[in-house]
């Protein structure tokens, strides 16, 4: 088959991760929309979350490697039920440290996708380090991945679009939301992943309310007539890059 020939490869969404859980609460409604669609989802998963997002299991008198276990077996089925691949960094959470190497990785990663569309954390968290942590590795990946001369395997990327998507504490992290994406179309499979995230189980009920009053919010900015569900559910992200466009739309 000739080059000229060749079927056009998926889009792709790359999605960087501080911990194991964060993609679902947080994105998860976007994920599922893109495998709907038949696109290539790939998640960078930084850490398992394993100090610092796993309190029950710490409190039922697990270890740190069954902690591990437990949250990688987690994610894995969130993300199977929202159609994405996950990969595991394995960096240790609480701190996660940024470092050349750890970015190195990403870089791989961002040449091995090529991804069209990039999801990951906004710049601020006050209440977790690690987020920034992951959303400094991510936005400085892309930038080498870029490089021509950055000595990584792979064809040099373009310029993804990049969203930061909602933080437990919008109004503390200099959250705006920017972007509301309807998800109403893959909540049920949004939930489900949810509902794989066992050893954080108090975060179900609060992010199905975000999701509601997200939806709220769409509707309102969406005007009155145009046929959205009663119920409408939603996801809210930042763009830290301009929209490139040949209209306003």
Not at 64 to 70: C, G, Q, Y
Not at 80 to 107: N, Q
Request: some cysteine; proline content about 6%; glycine content about 8%.
């Amino acid at each position: 088959m000739t080059q000229a020939n060749a079927p056009a490869r998926p889009r792709s969404t790359l999605v960087v991760t501080a911990h194991a859980g964060d993609f679902v609460w947080r994105a998860g409604g976007a994920i599922a929309l893109a495998a709907a669609r038949g696109e290539k989802v790939t998640i960078a998963c930084l850490t398992f979350g394993e100090r610092g997002e796993s309190a029950k299991a710490w409190r039922e008198g697990r270890k740190l490697e069954e902690i591990k276990a437990i949250r990688r077996q987690e994610a894995e089925q969130a993300a199977a039920v929202l159609g994405a691949e996950v990969r595991f960094f394995d960096a240790g959470d609480y701190p996660l440290i940024a470092s050349a190497e750890l970015t190195d990785r990403l870089v791989a990663v961002y040449r091995e996708v090529q991804p069209d569309v990039v999801l990951t954390h906004p710049t601020e968290d006050p209440y977790n380090g690690d987020h920034p942590a992951a959303n400094r590795m991510a936005l400085e990946a892309r930038i080498l991945a870029q490089a021509i001369g950055y000595p990584a395997e792979g064809d040099i990327i373009g310029a993804p679009p990049v969203f930061y998507f909602e933080p437990h504490q919008p109004e503390m992290s200099g959250f705006r939301p920017e972007v509301l994406l309807d998800i109403t179309e893959v909540w049920d499979t949004k939930r489900r992943a949810m509902e794989c995230l066992g050893a954080q189980q108090h975060l179900w009920d609060y992010y199905t309310d975000l999701a509601v009053r997200r939806g709220v919010q769409l509707k309102r900015n969406a005007g009155p007539n145009l046929g959205l569900a009663h119920t409408t559910m939603a996801e809210a992200f930042m763009r830290p890059f301009p929209q490139i466009a040949k209209e306003l739309a």
